[in-house]
């Protein structure tokens, strides 16, 4: 069996928040923010995490022409639910009404999407489901200081999905399907970039903890990046026998306009090869990655035959890329 993207899906908040507006909360500027990261603004959710997902969920199941009872898996790749229980996943369901679902989250933050895709590529080649929506959801205006410069300018809101359906193996995976992957993760070097949750708090420790803040090594998380993603692309392009001049685009995950020009210099590829959206959105975690698939999808930009590399980071640290062929 092959799994194969039938549709895809996303949603922004209307809310939108520029750097100017953050300007009047932190010593930054305009221009300051953008040439540092390439951000222009970013969209804020005021219903949360939950609410972006369902709303990205069903953009893709329409766009997959997928009934929600013909739905046997969902997967939410988040690190920020609205709630610890119930995850995320089984409240998209109750919205889509997609009864036969089995559903859980998976929290490998920017990375999240990523693999939950890889996670429900396996499942559906197995043959233990036929159809899955995989989702990345986020909101990252929760966890940020406000107060802090060197996190609040990076970070918006938004959710993306994608509707996957197992395929005869016949129709190999350069029939639409997502292919080779790796994934890597070092837990080393979590404190890197770190979010602390709700802390021991019981009557019998005396002293009340609260969650925390965010935290980031920008520059750390900088290094790692440039090395690692580039280094994970390579990796995988040689699983798969496929050279980059092959590839149509490079779909990474939208964190810092440097990172990703750093990568398209590496892999001496034209930069056009590597779309970006984190000008208008900044850096959305999880649903980075499907919120521009979801773009691209709808500008009628791919066909079927394209090959696409889909790579991320994020917190754990974690990694990975995949290839998928359109």
Sequence with gaps: MAARIIGTGSYVPDRIITNDDLAEMVETSDAWI????????????ETGTTDMAVRAARNAMENAGLPPEELELIIVGTSTGDCLFPN??????AALGAEKAVCFDLSAACSGFLFSLNTAKVYLESGAYRTALVVGADTLSKTVDWSDRSTCILFG???????????AAEQSLWNRGVGDFIM?????????????????CSPFLGEKKT?????????????????TVPRSIEEVLKKAGVTPDEIKYFILHQA??????SVAKRMKQDSAKFPMNLAQYGNTSGASI?????EINRKGLLKQGDKLIISGFGAGLTWGATLVVW
């Design 34 to 45: 953008v040439e540092r990261t390439g951000i222009h603004s970013r969209r804020i959710t």
């Design 88 to 93: 995320t996943a089984c409240e998209v369901q």
């Design 157 to 167: 809101d938004g959710a993306g999905a994608a509707v996957l359906e197992s395929s």
């Design 184 to 200: 890597g993760s070092d837990g080393s070097r979590g404190e890197c970039l770190a979010c602390r949750s709700t802390e021991l």
């Design 211 to 227: 969650s925390g803040f965010m935290t980031m090594n920008g520059q750390e998380v900088f290094r790692f990046a440039v090395k």
């Design 256 to 261: 810092n306009e440097r990172i990703i020009a």
């Design 290 to 294: 499907p919120v521009l698939l979801d």
